[in-house]
């Protein structure tokens, strides 16, 4: 399949999840969980946001359209099961920017800038401890 295809595949889907979520007065929470997190988000988009951690600016992009439209109530005060897989990707992401940063030798370009993006999809998930410590490496690369 042709990255452009897989490309709107992806955003055909991320707009389905928004669509769905648009409807959260409608739908029962148990069905809008099962259908939005498990069908959608982890069935549907998690692959593509693994294909693309290797590529820091697409996985972040992704990472946004997959997290930013689930409600962070669904994460608090304990993630459902359902989100694991998720949960899993995003703090890989936020490892493989942390040590990006720490690895390169100034806070150069755009990866401080991927690094707090992703801090803030961390904190609506509720992993606020490895939220807290990529924003600090990221405000600690952009200083120099």
Sequence with gaps: ???????????RAAALLRGLLA????????????????CLACQQLLPALR??????????????AVVSPLPAAWFTPVPPQEA??????????????EAALRSSSGGGGAMPGYARRVAALLAHVGLREQ???LAAVAAAAACG
């Excluded at 590529?55 to 946004?64: K, M």
């Design 51 to 64: 294909g693309s951690l290797s590529e820091h600016g697409l996985a972040v992009s992704r990472a946004e």
């Design 1 to 11: 399949m042709s990255a452009a295809v897989y490309h709107r595949c992806f955003n």
């Design 84 to 97: 694991r897989p998720l949960l899993d990707v995003l703090a890989s992401l936020g490892r493989s920017l």
């Design 131 to 133: 939220a807290a410590g």
């Design 23 to 38: 409807f959260q007065e409608l739908l029962e929470p148990a069905l809008l969980l099962r259908l939005g997190l498990r």
